[in-house]
């Protein structure tokens, strides 16, 4: 919310009093005096009026998870475990995915409580590379490759998929990098060639490896380079 409107909200706050703090810059927003009170601030800011704390701001918190297969991608669920119940974190209710994997499929999957960071980072229009390694039951013909690249047509959504990147790397495996995130993308469109998706693995999303250190089931935090790259 608008620093203004944070301040003038307190109790015993009117928007005078706040905009007459605000310009005497009695108000710190994370330690620096602002004297504008359009500025946005977030549950992970914190904010002081002279040497009171109005709001203590909490940690944005971030991690990368490598996600077995077996867990479902979300936070809770009747039947399996989720991705949830992988991490030992305080308050990890606060936590939710930023995109998400099928009940089989393994690989990077990002957790957050900053849900500005998980939108950004899952709008269509980002186009931000999300890379797969993929095996199949059937061949991997070299005419996939100019058919991803040129777009499939999915009725249900009424859409062409964006170009996409096949690099075919064995009779029966191959890397695709999407550049959006369709419901069941990567199997339907090996499904148009009527060649099941045996084992599906997320490698990449934008800059962001899986880290080769983690095994499935474990996590980390990520560096803040790795969240502003992101
Ligand atoms: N495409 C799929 O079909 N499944 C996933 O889990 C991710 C992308």
Do not use: C
């Amino acid at each position: 919310m608008r620093l203004d409107r944070l301040l003038g909200n307190l109790p015993h706050g009117n928007r005078r009093d706040a905009r007459l703090a605000l310009a005497a810059g009695r108000v710190r927003v994370d330690g620096l005096a602002v004297r504008d009170g359009r500025l946005e601030v977030r549950e992970f800011n914190r904010v002081e009026l002279d040497e009171q704390v109005l709001q203590a701001g909490k940690p944005a918190r971030y991690f990368m998870l490598h996600k077995p297969a077996g867990v479902v991608s979300a936070t809770e669920h009747p039947e399996h475990r989720t991705v949830l119940d992988l991490l030992d974190e305080p308050d990890k209710h606060e936590l939710h995915l930023a995109g998400r994997l099928d009940l089989n499929t393994t690989g990077l999957l990002l957790l957050t409580n900053d849900g500005h960071w998980s939108r950004r980072l899952t709008l269509p229009q980002s186009k931000r590379p999300k890379v797969y390694y993929v095996e199949t039951e059937q061949p991997i013909g070299s005419e996939y490759v100019e058919t991803f690249a040129r777009g499939l047509y999915f009725a249900y959504e009424d859409l062409t998929t964006l170009p996409a990147e096949l690099e075919i790397l064995a009779s029966h495996s191959a890397r695709l990098t999407l550049f959006e995130g369709r419901y069941h993308q990567v199997k339907r469109m090996f499904g148009h060639f009527h060649n099941k998706v045996l084992r599906l693995h997320r490698e990449r999303i934008g800059t962001l490896q899986l880290d080769p250190e983690l095994a499935e089931g474990q996590y980390r935090a990520l560096t803040p380079d790795e969240v502003a790259a992101l």
